[in-house]
């Protein structure tokens, strides 16, 4: 029975999203490819029609969740907050891609790693226009700053089996994030303030 154009996309949808959130949660070694189709409620043996191998199955999982995370809003301390929080750190299936997966993709063929390098960018472009400073070089350097220090954060804290010591780092990395942004916002003020006088 042939399938039509509309349901083969609907069975890929399927499998990129049953990937996403099984190699987020167990790491692309432990998963395997019976395992998202199975959780994508197809056959095993029809996985062949859709992708090539498992590392394009990755890639192409890491396009799809990059992609659909949502763009940050607020300032960047706010986005901090529920980035570094113990919900999201919890919540490995369907946390930042980013956190979970960058130490994987270092050692996979090249698809994966220009995907989560396409992500990257994104991110920062959009992190770029919350974060503090008054030029786009200052903004784009808090971002990446920013952004580096979060999902840091993230990997410590979930690597910790001390839920005190992992609670500590999302604290206390917030915290040092909030400070860097009043910080930046105290010398954006101090300069205009002595031009004024």
Known sequence: MRVSREQVAENRRRILEAAGRLFREHGFEAVTVAEIMQAAGLTHGGFYGYFASKDELFAGALADVLAKRPAPS???ATYAAGY???RHRDNRAGGCPVAALAGETIRL????RTEMTTGLKRQIERL???APGE???QKRQAAIGGWAAMVGAMIMARVSDDPALSGEILDQTHAWLEHQGKHDAQRE???SASKVN
């Open 109 to 112: 063929p090249g698809g994966a």
């Open 135 to 137: 030029t786009a070089a």
């Open 84 to 86: 570094l929080s113990r």
């Open 128 to 130: 770029s226009r919350i």
């Open 74 to 76: 607020g300032d960047l």
């Open 189 to 191: 003020v101090q300069p």
